[in-house]
């Protein structure tokens, strides 16, 4: 009688059901769009734990399988044939790079990738660190003060992301060590049986890694620290772009400073020296404008007697704006993706790359925009690398081991690996609810003592545990040479993650303790290391905020650091007021 009863009942609602199951379908579609970005995002932000290939399938996936429920998946709000043009013109300027009608394919297409992924986890992570950069209450009081002084004529309108540019800037002055360009290191040629295209030389400038690896490391040259602080700008929707000599007869375009605008103008941030152009008179940070027309912001740059500043205003008065942009961030795949992203979830992951051309292009004194050829050179140079590492091991311990202290397959490199993740992430302290440990935790965990590291030559079942074997093919005594090295890497790791918690330090404003762990734990370590000049710096710029100016300048004055022009520079900033004379100080 219960079977009967049911199917009655069944028979007589047949409309009402249809509309309740109706409706549940229209749940679990929304709820599978809302449940597939959550997954995929949380997959991105857990990549570093994770292994890479498995994980960016399950991305892809994850992100396609959303794209299928999404209501507005086909429209793309029509065509307009200007803006074509514009896309494909600037197509055009790299077309030596990527084929451009094969490059307005991939941007049609409407499917995601492991080229979208490897994009997501760069722009995850500098919006990771845009997001706590922007609260933290540590600012660059040089330049700060000055936005303060002039609110009221600035308006809101400029001094809020004005200020928000300097925090992003001295972020990445701070946290981006400085290398020497290409044509300052000595001594390096390009490995036997390593092919590179584009005419690209081993170790180049700019390229020889990606913007990825420059955040994650932490070091680059001049344009590798640009693209990091255009990242970051991005995160923040701050248009920004490296700005360049306009080329003219035989001569080629020089990139020249980061340019970043702001209601209107462009302010000028000079990522190789570390320090903003600053403006007339000495005052605050310059805009195009004024180094267009003014020949003494240009002019104040030099360091009489030790450094002459490479630019003028003759050669400024026409620009070309150099802008970040990646295939896979300018198509509707992406535009899509961006509306999805709310809450949380919100970053940037679409580049108009037509309304930031126009853009530059309305600002006097800019000729033109183009797409910066350089991050995507740097493509190119990591698929090469990569190709001929697994060709070759000896090739790939030559070519990777500086950073298996921190991408390589060991324990070790592993832990310190996610250590730098959550530091970027800005999750500096434990968590002892879920026990996640946190980036300060991470890094003291690298601090091994000295006699473990030198008993790893000796002790095979400490080799295993830090991951290290020998490879077919390898010699004893090229396997003993390798552990060597990687006892060297070792006690480099080590000073990377004092180097690192030392950052903390300052960016959570326990300068105190910065100064301390600067000095004590990196500088007077005992173990030479690329991290000296970076931890001078910083040293002097915690001093600096203790009040020890003369002492802070004494440091930024230190000779043959690769920022030293820029620190000198600095060094008169801070000085100025002070009661004693000084040629820097009172240079023009």
């Known amino acids: 009688m219960l079977g009967g009863v049911l199917v009655v009942g069944c028979s007589d609602d047949t409309r009402t059901i249809r509309s309740i199951q109706a409706d549940r379908q229209q749940r679990q579609q929304a709820g599978a769009k809302v449940d597939h970005l959550a997954e995929a995002f949380s997959l991105v932000s857990r990549l570093v734990e994770l292994r890479p290939e498995a994980a960016s399938r399950q991305i892809t996936y994850h992100l396609n399988a959303w794209q299928q429920t999404r209501v507005d998946a086909g429209v793309t709000g029509g065509t307009d ?106 001594g390096e040629s390009t490995p036997p049986g390593l092919r590179l295209p584009l005419g690209m030389r081993f170790r180049g400038s700019g390229y ?100 002459d500043y490479p630019f003028g205003r003759e050669d400024v008065g026409q620009c070309v704006a150099l802008l970040m942009l990646e295939p896979e961030a300018m198509g509707p795949r992406a535009q899509g993706l961006q509306r999805g992203l709310t809450g949380d979830l919100r970053m940037s992951v679409y580049d108009d790359p037509v309304a930031l051309a126009d853009l530059f292009e309305g600002v006097a004194g800019i000729a033109a925009a183009r797409i910066w050829d350089v991050p995507l050179k740097a493509r190119a140079y990591r698929a090469a690398i990569d190709a001929a590492s697994r060709q070759d091991v000896l090739l790939n311990f030559y070519l990777n081991a500086p950073w298996f202290i921190l991408e390589g397959e060991g324990e070790q490199s592993q832990e310190l690996a996610i250590g730098r993740w959550r530091h970027l992430q800005g999750r500096f302290d434990s968590d002892d ?60 790791g080590k000073v990377l993650a004092s180097f690192w918690l030392s950052l903390i330090q300052y960016d959570t404003g326990r300068f105190d303790l910065a100064k301390n762990w600067f000095r004590q734990r990196v500088l007077e370590d005992g173990v030479d290391s690329p991290w000296e000049a970076p931890a001078r710096y910083n040293l002097a710029r915690a001093l600096e905020r203790l009040g020890e100016k003369e002492q802070a300048a004494e440091i930024l004055r230190t000779e043959g650091d690769p920022q030293e022009h820029g620190n000198r520079i600095r060094a008169r900033m801070i000085l100025r007021g002070l009661p004693r004379g000084d040629s820097e100080v009172d240079a023009d």
């Open 433 to 492: 609810d879920d026990a996640i440990l946190g980036a300060k935790k991470l890094y003291l965990n690298q601090r091994q003592p000295e006699f473990e590291i030198a008993d790893l030559r000796g002790n095979v079942e400490l080799q295993m545990r830090y991951g290290i074997r020998r490879e077919l093919r390898v010699t004893p005594e090229q396997y003993d040479m390798q552990i060597q090295q990687i006892q060297l890497l070792m006690r480099q």
């Open 208 to 307: 020889r890694q990606t913007p990825y690896q420059t955040l994650f490391r932490g070091t680059g040259d001049a344009l590798q620290r640009t693209s990091t602080f255009l990242g970051l700008c991005r995160q923040a929707e701050l248009p920004a772009a490296l700005l360049a000599t306009a080329p003219s007869g035989d001569s080629e375009a020089r990139p020249w400073v980061a340019g970043v605008w702001i209601g209107g103008d462009v302010y000028l941030f000079d990522c190789g020296l570390g320090v903003p152009i600053i403006g007339p008179n000495q005052s605050g940070i310059a805009t195009l404008a004024q180094a267009r027309t003014d020949a003494s912001v240009l002019r104040r740059m030099n360091v009489p007697g030790w450094f």
């Open 81 to 186: 044939p200007e803006a074509e043009a514009k896309l494909r013109r600037l197509l055009t300027s790299v077309a030596d790079i990527l084929p451009t009608a094969e490059t307005a394919e991939g941007i049609a297409r409407a499917s995601f990738d492991a080229a979208d992924v490897e994009g997501l986890r760069y722009r995850y992570l500098a919006r990771q660190v845009c997001e706590w950069v922007r609260v933290s209450e540590v600012v660059d009081p040089l330049w700060a003060d000055w936005v303060d002084e002039n609110r009221e004529e600035m308006g809101a309108d400029v001094a809020e992301p004005l200020t928000l540019a300097i925090r992003l800037f001295d972020w990445t002055v701070r946290n981006i060590s400085l290398e020497p360009t290409e044509g300052e290191v000595s």
